[in-house]
């Protein structure tokens, strides 16, 4: 198949909201510095969702959806030395070049290399798509376009991982699970003792969760609105929960109230600008600092009292939890393979591409947290 067009089995979303259709979808070959991957299992992320829904001001459309998968790789275009065919990938929609300002500012893992074409769902070379159905360009999505059986991706997008391990389980590491870790680990570096709010209990807020445990916080409240989400979180380190709606009181209230004056850190792990300024301001004054992990939709903004900032509040934010891709998440996979960190807890659901509609239904029906899809 090497420098062959593929014709391949791909989830498209031809528009915004309107069930995906699976096509029978040309997938070019690979150019220069790119890796065309055959894709084995993919998850979906709540953000897939998002930008299916049509509220993502970079969401294009006819596209491929989908950004935490596992694959090998089935051929590589000129110059790419770091992967070979046969190699097995986890593909990065954040980028690590290792040569940009970015990369080598030793302050941030975004990646400035590649991040204009993956914007506008087109390959950096001749901004065109590598995906076509019946001679229509279909747009890629993240970089990484992972509902298809085939996808073409940049070689700074792709992580080498261990051969031994499950593909079917370490796809969750191309998204979430780092995302909620990286968020505590790197973005907020949560200190022993410290009490944690999480709102939000999907894949990203177990992360989180998890993080916060092995970071030896002293208290993890879980907030969140699904009360199927409460017993699974216990299982992630979660020690307390709150459910908004059992409450009258503003839920940055409710926090502050249970905390003696506030917690330390909180992270909002759900996309809702006004949960995000209840994360924030349930922060204890002088310290408390919230991270915003979750993704909201265009024309939403955020909004406090610049007197929280004042005080001593911190606003941050985060993506793929400040992990650099390509270094670390093999590093994610080896701590995987060792049992460090929980993947196969986070799996719900197994279903197969084919199967894809159903599995975002699941996400939208509660008690889900990530469904594998089988390509
Ligand atoms: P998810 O849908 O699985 O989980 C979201 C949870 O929030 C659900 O349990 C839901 O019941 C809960 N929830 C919804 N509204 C609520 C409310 N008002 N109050 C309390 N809880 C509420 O999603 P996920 O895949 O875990 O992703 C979470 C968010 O993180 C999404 O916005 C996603 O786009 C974003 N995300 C960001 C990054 C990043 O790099 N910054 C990476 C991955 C995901
Ligand atoms: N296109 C969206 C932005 C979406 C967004 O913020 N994406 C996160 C990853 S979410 C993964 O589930 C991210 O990494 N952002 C940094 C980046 O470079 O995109 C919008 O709303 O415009
Ligand atoms: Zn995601």
């Given at each position: 198949?090497?420098?062959?067009?593929?014709?391949?089995k791909a989830a498209?979303?031809?528009?915004?909201?309107?069930?995906l259709?699976i096509?029978d979808v040309?997938?070019a070959?690979p150019q220069?510095?790119?890796?065309?991957?055959?894709?084995?299992?993919?998850?979906?992320?709540h953000?897939?969702?998002?930008?299916?829904?049509?509220k993502d001001?970079?969401?294009?459309f006819?596209?491929?959806l989908?950004?935490e998968?596992?694959?090998i790789?089935?051929?590589?275009g000129?110059?790419?030395?770091?992967?070979?065919?046969?190699d097995h990938?986890i593909?990065?929609?954040q980028a690590?070049?290792?040569?940009?300002?970015?990369?080598?500012?030793?302050?941030?893992?975004l990646?400035?290399?590649?991040?204009?074409a993956t914007?506008?769902?087109?390959?950096?070379?001749?901004?065109?798509?590598?995906?076509s159905v019946?001679?229509?360009?279909?747009?890629?999505f993240?970089?990484?376009?992972t509902?298809?059986q085939?996808?073409?991706v940049?070689?700074?997008?792709?992580?080498k991982?261990d051969?031994?391990?499950?593909?079917?389980?370490?796809?969750?590491l191309?998204c979430g699970?780092?995302?909620?870790?990286?968020a505590?680990?790197?973005?907020?570096?949560v200190?022993a003792?410290?009490?944690?709010a999480?709102?939000?209990l999907?894949?990203v807020?177990?992360?989180?969760?998890?993080g916060?445990?092995?970071?030896g916080?002293s208290r993890?409240?879980?907030?969140?609105?699904?009360p199927?989400?409460?017993?699974t979180?216990?299982?992630?380190g979660v020690?307390?929960f709150v459910?908004?709606?059992?409450?009258?009181?503003?839920?940055?209230?409710?926090?502050v109230d249970?905390?003696?004056?506030?917690v330390?850190?909180?992270?909002?792990?759900i996309?809702?600008?006004?949960?995000?300024?209840?994360?924030?301001e349930c922060?204890?004054?002088?310290?408390?600092?919230?991270v915003?992990?979750?993704?909201?939709a265009?024309?939403?903004?955020?909004?406090?009292?610049p007197f929280?900032?004042?005080?001593?509040?911190?606003?941050?934010?985060?993506?793929?939890?400040?992990?650099?891709?390509r270094?670390?998440?093999?590093?994610?996979?080896?701590?995987?393979?060792k049992k460090?960190i929980?993947?196969d807890?986070y799996i719900?659901h197994?279903?197969?591409?084919?199967?894809i509609?159903?599995a975002?239904d699941l996400?939208?029906?509660?008690?889900?947290?990530?469904?594998?899809?089988?390509c």
């Amino acid at each position: 198949t090497q420098g062959q067009v593929i014709t391949c089995k791909a989830a498209v979303a031809w528009e915004p909201n309107k069930p995906l259709v699976i096509e029978d979808v040309q997938v070019a070959p690979p150019q220069a510095g790119e890796v065309r991957i055959k894709i084995l299992f993919t998850a979906l992320c709540h953000t897939d969702a998002y930008t299916w829904s049509g509220k993502d001001p970079e969401g294009l459309f006819p596209c491929i959806l989908g950004h935490e998968a596992a694959g090998i790789v089935e051929s590589v275009g000129e110059g790419v030395t770091e992967v070979q065919p046969g190699d097995h990938v986890i593909p990065c929609y954040q980028a690590e070049c290792k040569e940009c300002k970015f990369c080598k500012s030793g302050k941030t893992n975004l990646c400035g290399k590649v991040r204009s074409a993956t914007g506008v769902g087109v390959m950096m070379n001749d901004r065109k798509s590598r995906f076509s159905v019946n001679g229509k360009p279909i747009y890629h999505f993240m970089g990484t376009s992972t509902f298809s059986q085939y996808t073409v991706v940049h070689d700074v997008s792709v992580a080498k991982i261990d051969p031994a391990a499950p593909l079917n389980k370490v796809c969750l590491l191309g998204c979430g699970v780092p995302t909620g870790l990286g968020a505590v680990w790197n973005t907020a570096k949560v200190e022993a003792g410290s009490i944690v709010a999480i709102f939000g209990l999907g894949t990203v807020g177990l992360a989180v969760a998890e993080g916060a445990k092995a970071a030896g916080a002293s208290r993890i409240i879980g907030i969140d609105i699904d009360p199927k989400k409460f017993d699974t979180a216990k299982n992630f380190g979660v020690t307390e929960f709150v459910n908004p709606k059992d409450h009258e009181k503003p839920i940055q209230q409710v926090l502050v109230d249970l905390t003696d004056g506030g917690v330390d850190y909180s992270f909002e792990c759900i996309g809702n600008v006004s949960v995000m300024r209840a994360a924030l301001e349930c922060c204890h004054k002088g310290w408390g600092t919230s991270v915003i992990v979750g993704v909201a939709a265009s024309g939403q903004e955020i909004s406090t009292r610049p007197f929280q900032l004042v005080t001593g509040r911190v606003w941050k934010g985060t993506a793929f939890g400040g992990f650099k891709s390509r270094s670390q998440v093999p590093w994610l996979v080896e701590k995987y393979l060792k049992k460090e960190i929980k993947v196969d807890e986070y799996i719900t659901h197994n279903l197969t591409l084919a199967e894809i509609n159903r599995a975002f239904d699941l996400m939208h029906e509660g008690g889900c947290l990530r469904c594998v899809l089988d390509c």
